[in-house]
T-cell receptor
Framework: QKEVEQDPGPLSVPEGAIVSLNCTYS??????FMWYRQYSRKGPELLMY????GNKEDGRFTAQVDKSSKYISLFIRDSQPSDSATYLC????????????FGQGTTLQVKP | DTGVSQDPRHKITKRGQNVTFRCDPI?????LYWYRQTLGQGPEFLTY????????KSRLLSDRFSAERPKGSFSTLEIQRTEQGDSAMYLC????????????FGPGTRLTVL
């Protein structure tokens, strides 16, 4: 079993829809939770960075962490065609290590 | 541009050849990471440096791979005797010490081994 599970999709939605992307994980030592956006043949771009449980909002993006369920989500409101990309969740531990564990990535297509 | 830069962006080589990639981190970041990403997968950790010290290496980093960061600034990743299975995107990231999980990635070097 992988430490981080993410449905690869693809997920196709109409422009303006609310998108929900999710990851589950098995290691309770994870304390830091990130979402990255990756366009085709480009490097990952950091979208959201959160510590422990709770919500964080940044513009059209909201990240949620539920540590009791080992479940994290990224919501995109008013989705745009430019949001079409692969979204990667990533997790890290406390304790001075720098190793991030990534999900497989979910491919999102927003149709005009 | 003050982001992470990588060179070259693309490399095509024949099996058995050696290749070297370079990464320049964000200037004030003292941590530097290397990851590898294959098609349809998320990045996988290879190794990381705090200043010039290499502090952790993944089991993915076979003895054909070596990474250096001699002066705590840029880093190089060398692959000796390349194999077709080495074909992947090699990603570099950097961070500050105090927010080491907040990592910023470069554009990657795409390696194709023929």
């Amino acid at each position: 079993q992988k430490e981080v599970e993410q449905d690869p999709g693809p997920l196709s939605v109409p422009e303006g829809a609310i998108v929900s992307l999710n990851c589950t994980y098995s290691n309770s030592a994870f304390q830091y939770f990130m979402w990255y956006r990756q366009y085709s043949r480009k490097g990952p771009e950091l979208l959201m960075y959160t510590y422990s449980s709770g919500n964080k909002e940044d513009g059209r993006f909201t990240a949620q962490v539920d540590k009791s369920s080992k479940y994290i989500s990224l919501f995109i409101r008013d989705s745009q065609p430019s949001d079409s990309a692969t979204y990667l969740c990533a997790m890290g531990r406390s304790g001075n290590t720098g190793k991030l564990i990534f999900g497989q990535g979910t491919t999102l297509q927003v149709k005009p | 541009d003050t982001g992470v830069s990588q060179d070259p962006r693309h490399k095509i080589t024949k099996r058995g050849q050696n290749v070297t990639f370079r990464c320049d981190p964000i200037s004030e970041h003292n941590r530097l990471y290397w990851y590898r990403q294959t098609l349809g997968q998320g990045p996988e950790f290879l190794t990381y440096f705090q200043n010039e010290a290499q502090l952790e290496k993944s089991r993915l980093l076979s003895d054909r791979f070596s990474a250096e960061r001699p002066k705590g600034s840029f880093s190089t990743l060398e692959i000796q005797r390349t194999e077709q299975g080495d074909s992947a995107m090699y990603l570099c990231a950097s961070s500050l010490d105090k927010t080491y999980n907040e990592q910023f990635f470069g554009p990657g070097t795409r390696l194709t081994v023929l």
